[in-house]
Structure formats: C-alpha cells, structure tokens
C-alpha cells in the first residue's frame, strides 16, 4: 500500500537533494540536536554557520550563547516574527565578550548561498510547552533555524487532501508556537495538489493559500506539469529561498492595528527579479538594455511587485544607494502607493511641487540627485518650468546610471510631452513601465520603441493567468435602458475627451469643449438621470443587496455625481450612498452645495480625511453601501465586497478595463463581477476593443463576457439536475419528493444532484431578481425542496446547516418563503437513538432499503454529534460499509440488518452509560480509556472530577475559552502536570493522553 511518506515525502526529499539539499535522516537529526526536542533551532549548525559567516568576527563561546538566547527570547507572536524576520534580513547585535564592543552577527548569508548549510530532514519531533510531541512530515533547515515545514497527505486516499495537511500546520502552530517564529512560509501538498502561505499565528481559513506555478528562474521545460515539482524548484530552490527571506517575505501592519506575514506571488517574486537583473546587469556595465514593460492584469498584486523591486534594488549593495522614482500619472493614487509601500519600512518621499522635485534632482555638490525612494506624478515634469530653469543656466539631468523609474500605468500620458521630458532628465536611468491592462496597437507601437529589440513585455501575468489563479474572477455586463444608450460617435467624442484633454492645446481643448458640451448636457439632462437612479435603486435592492455584496456608480464628471446622489436619496436611504470625488473652491451650483452639506455632516473640511473614512466603512462596515465616483476610485481602488458597476460615463480601451476591473476582486459568494452598462460602452464588445491585438481582444472576451452567458450556464445547469429525475411528476406533493428521493438512493446520482445544485445556487445568487428567471422559478423551487429533503432524509442535516454552506442567501430565502420545511422536518424526522428506538427497531425491522438507509442516517448524525468520541469515531467504517451496502445492491439483505441493530444497540448502550456517569465526566472518562484500556472505571472519574474541579477554580473553564489561545494553552499545562503526577509511569502514552483529555474537554465546555 502506498503511504504518505513513500508516495510524497520520499519525493520532496529527493527533488531538494538534487537542488543542493543535505538529507539528515530523522535519527541521525535527534542525535545531532542532542535529543533536546522542546529546542526548534539545531544548536551546534547554527554555532557553527554563525562562526562561518561571520569569519572575520572572533567568536567566543559566550558570544554564541547570548546570540542564540536572543533568538529564544524573542517571542512566539506575530510582534516577535516580525523581530525574528527583521534579525534574519539584517543580522543579531551581539556584544562581544572579549572585544567588549557590539557586533552585528549575520544568521544567513544573502551574498554568498554557497556559504550557508541547507539541510532537509523528515519526522522532525518538536515538542510543545503543554501539547506533547509533533512531528511535521519534512522541515527545511537553513544554519540551524528552520525556514520551512511541509506536510504531506497521500494522493491515493480520498478522505484526506492537500486541506488536511494544511489543518495539520495549523494544529502545528497551536501546540509547537515556539517552531513558528522561525519557520517563514509552510507547504501543504498531497501531491496533486500543493499550497504554501506564510505562517503569522492567523485562524484556520484566514490564510493567504497559493500555488507557486513557475520555477522561475529554471526552465519548467523539465519540468512538465506537475504541480508539486514546480512548487519545490520554485519556492525552495536554496537561491529562491534566500532571495524570498531577504526580499519577498514581510510583516505587514493593517487597518485594524494587527500584524500580518505577506510573501510574494510567484508572478511578483518573477517579474520583480526580471527588473532586478535587468537593472543591476546594466549598472555592472553588462548590457545596455535600460527600459522594461511589465503587464500584470488588474487584481494581481502590481502595485506590490512595483514595492518588492524598490526594496530588493534598495537594499542591494551593488547598486550603490540608488535612486528610485515611483511615478504615477494620477494625484489620486499617491496614497494607495504610499499605503501600499508602508510594508517595506522604508521611507517612501512624497513629491509636493515641481519646486520639490527640482530640489531633488539637484541635490548636493555635484547636482547627482538624492538617493531614497521618492513618489511623484507624472504632471510634475512640467516642460515649461524645466525650460525656464535651463534659461537661467540650470539644466536639470542626472547622469547617473543607478536611478530607476518605476512607471505604473504607462498609456499615452508617458508617450507625451511629461515623458518625452522626464526620460530626458533621468538620462541614464533604467525606466521600467507598469501596465495593468494590455497596450493597444498604436501604444504597443510607440513603446517598443524604448524596450529591446523584439521584446514587448519584459514580463506578462495576462487576464487568464488572473482567473485561472483565481486572484480575479470574470467580469459580466449587460446594457440597461437602451433608450439612454449614446450613439457610438458621441461615446467617442466623450472619450476623446477623457483621455485626451491634458494632451491637447488650448485652442483644441476649446473646440473639443465645443463639441462634446451639448452631449454631456444630454447625458446630464435631469429626466434621463431619474430614470437611470431608478434603475439603479430598484437592480440594486432586488439583486444586489440580497447578497451582502455593494456597488459603485461612475458618473460623466462631479456635477452628475452630486445629480445622482441628489436622486438616488429619494429612493434609497440617504446613508446607502457616498460621493468621493475632488473639490476646489471656485465650484458653483450643485457641486458648491452638496460639499457644504458633507463638511456640515462630518463636522470636517479635511476633504481627504472624508475621504479615507467613506472609503474605509464601504470595504468594512454596512454603510455606505453605493459609491458614486467619477475620476477617483476608477484606478487603484481595491475593494473585493464591491460586486456591481453601473456605469454611466464614456471610456475606451484600458480606461474600460482599469475601471471596470473594481469588480474582478474575489470575494465570498461572488461568482463574477457585474457591470450595468446605462451608457452604451460595452453593447459591441468587439468594436469596443478593436484598437487591442486579436490574442488580447480574445481573452477579453473570455474574462468580460455579456450577462446572457450567466443566464445560459443558469439554464444548463438546471436542466442538468432535472435530468436525473427524469419521468417524476414535478408538483408540489410529497409523492413527487418521495419518487425524486428515491432516485437519490443511487450514491452516483446523488453526488451529481448535489454537484449541480451548488453550482446552480451559485448562479441563482448572482440572477435572482433578474425577471430571466420568472418562467425557471418554478422548477428551481422544486429542485430546492427535494434538495432540502435530500439533505434532511439522508444526512440528517438541519435546515440551518444549509445556510452554513454560505451557498446562497437568496436560496435561503427562498427556502423560508416558499417551502414547507416544517412538512419536510415531519416526513423526514429526526429520531434520537435510545432503549425505545432499538425495541421499536427490533419488532418492526426496516424493510426497504429507504427505511434502511433512514436508519442508518440517523446514526450519521449521532455520530456527527460526537465526532470527537473515540466510540462513535470507532463505528464510522462499519456504518459506511451498511450504507454503501445498502445504496450499491439496492436490497435489503438479512446480514444488512443484524448489522444495522447491533449498531444502533450500542448507541443506546453508549448514551445509557453517560446519562449514568454525567456528559462531561464521561468524556473525560472515554478519552482516558481509549488511551488506557485497562485503567479502572472509578480511577478514571476520579481523575476528571478533580481536574474539572481545578480548571473551574483557576477560572479557566468559560465559555468561548477554546477561542484564546492563551486560555488554550494553560488548560493544556494543567492537564499535562496532572496527568504526569498521576500517569508518569505510563511512559510514551503521556502525551496521547493528554491530547486525548483535553480534545474531549475542550468539545464539552
């Protein structure tokens, strides 16, 4: 039989060793740590790794045992990972005991790989201060201090995945904290599935779980397919993993005060490195490629990409203490930069004026520019006052081969006259541009004048890659109101002007004014706008709300915002919507008063510190739940609650994409992104993008898609689930549920019925108050019930439970509203197992294998009520052996039920003996005998009544006290003291008593 270890572990083990890894077998590891199992560092490599790297340093003994206290004092918290971490990228101070100076002692050496140990080592016991021992499946150890943990489950066992191993860590990180604060990232894989995430103390399912699919930077050509190769060449090739330490791996504060571990995407960590590379070759006079263009699709992370290569350029020595332009071509996405570069901890300077920038470029003596990390708009490379400058004999140009500019959203305005300047003052910089969203023909032309020959993108992460990661989701629209629509000559017009307005002269920015005024003021008119905000209100209540998920509107300009706000408060409540759009002083009108009125409400004019306030409550409280936008919030914004667009102004190309990517965020039970299109943008998709190359045009059509697909997929899966009940009578009886139920008894057809019915509560969700669905209804109704039924006759599940599958809000309403779940929960009732139930059994055996199987059901469910008892974890493979039986021969056999009364015998049996000894003593009492076969009954109960006793009085049994890890942890330190002074000469069953104990304690408190 194929085990986890030989099917998975061996493989992990064999694949680190040909990348360089030393393989320590789990014995020779013991002796090497001195069988000191409550340590996770291994003592004497780290001793010897620090007097290796730090070769130049004389350490003495006692240098090296303050160094290693160090470490161990840090502590095992999300404050003390990120201290581990900082030790880890920039060395341990030690004071010298001889030198009586402090020293900076280096734990890994980033410059030379070579000069560290890297060992792999399987069966790693590691023991917790109260849990007993672990021993995680394969731990990578750098310098004796363990980087990462992989846990492996058996790709030949369907009851356990990938999931499983990666509960397990989290299991780890509970019991063995101590091991955490080293270890930088985990691996959970059964081998045909594999997931890493960075370890920082989160609950279970908080998790940033990712696949890692590019071995970058190896050739996966050798790779093949499989998943789990790439992961191990990718992530833990020794390069990479040094590289991921220093560069890609940090501590992160957020909104709500907490610290959080972030760690690259193997996109990020590929196309930061390209820059890198790219950047450095150049500066060590090996190429004189200097410009690079990276795509990464909106929702991918390119904002952290832009931060990782910043830090990594930073921080390298060869690069001389650089400096780094971070430049966007909006003033609106300045903070969301600074917000996300905090992370890096390195001082990122805001540009204020073209005054400032100039400062900076002429800094010092030599006039060579500041060094740093600085934040500018791309309007500040003003040729006017840089002309003015060269007038008086001040030429602005840095020389310098160690600046690079970081370009994010590179359209037309870096084709312009702000970059035509700004690539003259950065004369020898290396400039790399950001996009994304892919370059149309004529923007692919222009900036392939600046990359290397044949190259377009020095790195691609493209709308496919997004979804098929699962980092966005897939974008539908539909067009409302067609009377509205605009023709396609004035959208062109209007969005002429959006994008083009900056670039124009005065006297074309008159005659562009001139034209488009007379179809804004259309757009505008006081008529088509109440239409629209009616619309709005009524799509949003009927299919949006429902869901929990919110909105935004994006208006022609700021006056049709404060139009909108002002008539969507007379059909929703006021607090429902919030404007975030700019202000200035000479505004008249509409906009003058709705701003009067905001500085009231808030009790503030600091506009931006609204701002920041509106936008914070709509990503994480319930109101306001519409924003009305116009320029801000179109780039940039990342909001993953945010599900429905209606938009109502006119873009082209990336400016669609940027905006209507808000919606492409995963979250919950948002199966796709919703643009309500009252404009007319996206009513010819294909026209829409025609200036894009065929292969782009292609996945926008696969990723953006109009909302009739949703409703086709909706129609499929329907008529895919009542294709299993073909030839039952679908009415609203229970002969029709009991002939449909019946169908269900086949194991096969139930899988497919409940396989379909999720998917098609998924789209349920996302349709329902579509009047598409009216005609439907009915027969989705009827679905709905028998899976009700389904789930209440053969799982024995509750209603509620139903809910808990966080399917489908809008199912569950549908389910109180037109079902008759109390007639379900009559048909179909929930029988206790006691002495009555086994003497009604025993004289009126069950029949039919319907009867049968609701016998069996009901012991599911008791046996769902104790998962944790081993008695009832000790009968699932004998009733799944009755059941399948059952469900596979369609028969009732003789053996079939002896088999099912003997079960339900002992159940009756089991609950009779804990009425008598008391639920909570008993559990106590199970789980020490399941340990201990033989120990008596009175010593058991005396031994629970006297801890329960104690952990009341020490006041540490209340209720949520399972959820305080603190709590956790002293419960566990008492039961361990009284188990040893009680149970001390039971030997290696101490520990599995004590994790039996308090498993049982903790399901009963």
């Known amino acids: 039989m194929t085990t986890e270890r030989t099917a998975v572990e061996e493989f992990i083990i064999q694949e680190l060793q040909k990348l360089g890894w030393r393989y320590i077998p789990p014995k020779e590891m013991n002796i090497l740590r001195g069988n ?85 080592t399987n069966q790693y016991e590691i023991k917790g201060p109260y849990a007993g021992r672990r021993r995680p499946d394969i731990v990578l150890i750098v310098n004796g201090i363990p980087l990462v943990l992989i ?89 990479n993993l040094l590289d991921l330490v220093e560069n890609f791996i940090f501590m992160r504060r957020e909104i709500w005060g907490g610290l959080s571990k972030i760690m690259a995407r193997y996109m990020q960590f590929r196309a930061a490195n390209k820059i890198f590379q790219r950047a450095i070759k150049r500066l060590r006079g090996g190429g004189e490629e200097k410009f690079g263009l990276i795509w990464h699709w909106q929702g991918s992370g390119k904002t952290y990409t832009m931060a990782f290569a910043a830090w990594k350029l930073h921080r390298c020595l060869e690069a001389e203490n650089p400096s780094i332009f971070v430049v966007v071509d909006r003033k609106d996405l300045e903070e969301q930069i600074e917000r996300d570069f905090a992370f890096i901890d390195v001082p990122l300077e805001r540009v204020t004026s073209i005054k400032h920038l100039i400062e900076i470029l002429t800094w010092g003596e030599k006039r060579e520019g500041k060094r740093g990390i600085f934040l500018v708009t791309i309007e500040k490379f003003s040729p006017k006052q840089f002309q003015e400058l060269e007038v008086k004999g001040g030429e602005v140009v840095i020389r310098r081969r160690n600046v690079i500019v970081l370009a994010d959203e590179v359209h037309r305005t870096h084709y312009g006259k702000f970059a035509t300047l700004m690539r003259s003052v950065f004369a020898e910089a290396s400039i790399f541009g950001f996009t994304g969203t892919p370059l149309s023909k004529r923007e692919r032309n222009t900036f392939q004048k600046f990359c290397p020959r044949g190259e377009l993108y020095l790195d691609r992460y493209s709308m496919l890659d997004a979804l098929n990661d699962g980092f966005t989701i897939p974008l539908s629209y539909e067009a409302k109101l067609p009377l509205y629509l605009l023709k396609r000559e004035e959208i062109e017009e209007l969005a002429k002007f959006e994008e083009e307005i900056e670039l124009l002269s005065p006297q074309e920015k008159r005659e562009l004014r001139r034209r488009i005024n007379p179809i804004k003021a259309a757009v505008k008119d006081e008529q088509r706008v109440k239409e629209i905000a009616k619309s709005v209100a009524e799509h949003f209540k009927e299919v949006v709300e429902p869901t929990g998920l919110k909105a935004m509107i994006v208006a022609i300009d700021r006056e049709a915002c404060a139009l909108y706000k002002r008539a969507l408060d007379e059909l929703l409540p006021s607090h429902y919507s919030e404007i975030v759009m700019t202000f200035n002083r000479r505004d008249k009108g509409i906009i003058k008063d709705y701003f ?135 009415d609203d009886t229970y002969e029709s549920l009991d002939s449909a139920l019946n169908i269900l008894i086949d194991q096969e057809k139930a899988e497919g019925f409940k396989r379909a019915m999720k998917r098609l509560m998924r789209s349920y969700e996302m349709l329902a108050g579509e009047p598409f669905l009216k005609p439907h209804l009915r027969d989705y109704t009827w679905l709905t019930k028998v899976y009700v039924a389904y789930r ?179 419960v566990r330190k008492e039961i361990r003291l009284r188990v040893l002074s009680k149970f001390r000469d039971r030997g290696q069953k101490v520990d599995e008593l004590v994790e039996s104990v308090f498993k049982a304690l903790e399901e009963i408190t």
């Open 36 to 120: 000191d199992f409550g340590e996770p560092l291994v003592v004497d490599l780290l001793k010897s790794a620090l007097r290796r790297i730090n070769e130049d340093v004389e350490l003495t003994e006692a240098d090296l045992e303050f160094a290693i206290a160090s470490l161990r004092r840090i502590p095992a918290s999300p404050e003390g990972i990120g201290e581990l971490l900082d030790k880890l990228k920039n060395g341990l101070v030690v004071p010298l005991q001889e030198e009586k100076r402090e020293q900076v002692l280096r734990l890994l050496d980033f410059e030379n790989p070579d000069n560290n140990e890297f060992i792999v």
């Open 792 to 970: 209440k006759r053969f799982e024995r599940a509750d209603v509620d439970e139903l809910k808990i599958e966080a399917l489908s809000r809008k199912t569950a309403a549908l389910i109180q509203r037109a079902i008759d779940v109390e007639g379900i929960e009559e048909r179909y009732p929930t029988v206790t197992i006691d002495k009555r139930y086994v003497e009604r059994l025993r004289k009126a055996p069950p029949k039919t294998v319907g009867a049968a199987i609701d016998v069996i059901t009901n012991v599911q469910r008791e046996i769902r009520m104790h998962q944790t008892s081993p008695f009832f974890r000790g009968l699932i493979r004998e009733v799944e052996e009755v059941y399948e039986e059952l469900r596979q021969r369609k028969a009732v056999t003789e053996e079939a039920i002896k088999r099912i009364l003997g079960i339900v015998r002992r159940i009756a049996e089991w609950k009779t003996e804990r009425e008598q000894i008391g639920e909570r003593r008993h559990s106590i009492y199970e789980s020490m005998k399941s340990v201990l076969p033989d120990l008596g009954r009175d010593e058991a109960l005396s031994f629970a009544d006297s801890l329960i006793f104690d952990l009341r009085a020490k006041g540490l049994l209340f209720e949520g006290w399972q959820e305080q890890q603190g709590v956790r942890r002293d």
């Open 596 to 730: 009067e009125e905001l500085f009231q409400r808030f009790g503030s004019s600091d506009l931006k510190a609204i701002h920041r306030k509106i936008v914070d409550d709509f990503k994480m409280k319930e109101f306001p739940k519409i924003l009305i936008v116009t320029d801000m919030l179109i780039t940039g914004f990342d909001a993953p609650v945010l599900w429905t667009i209606y938009l109502d102004k006119p873009l082209r190309e990336h400016r669609i994409l940027q905006t209507i990517a808000r919606a492409n965020r995963p979250y919950q039970n948002k199966k796709f992104g919703l643009i309500v299109d009252y404009i007319g943008v996206l009513k010819d998709l294909e026209r829409a993008f025609e200036q894009f190359e065929r292969g782009d045009v292609d996945e926008i059509r696969v990723v953006i898609r109009d909302l009739g697909e949703e409703r086709k997929l909706f129609e499929e899966g329907l008529a895919e689930a009542l294709s299993i009940f073909e030839g039952v009578k679908r």
């Open 151 to 239: 846990e492996c489950k058996s790709p030949v066992r369907e009851e356990t995945t990938w999931f499983d191993a990666y509960k397990q860590i989290k299991g780890y990180e509970e019991d063995v904290p101590e091991l955490f604060k080293y270890v930088q990232f985990s691996i959970a894989t059964d081998g045909v599935k594999t997931r890493y995430f960075p370890n920082a103390f989160k609950e279970e399912g908080e998790d940033l779980l990712s696949e890692w699919k590019d071995p970058y930077p190896f050739d996966g050509k050798d790779l093949g397919d499989d998943p789990l190769r790439i992961a191990i060449h990718g992530l833990l090739n020794r390069r």
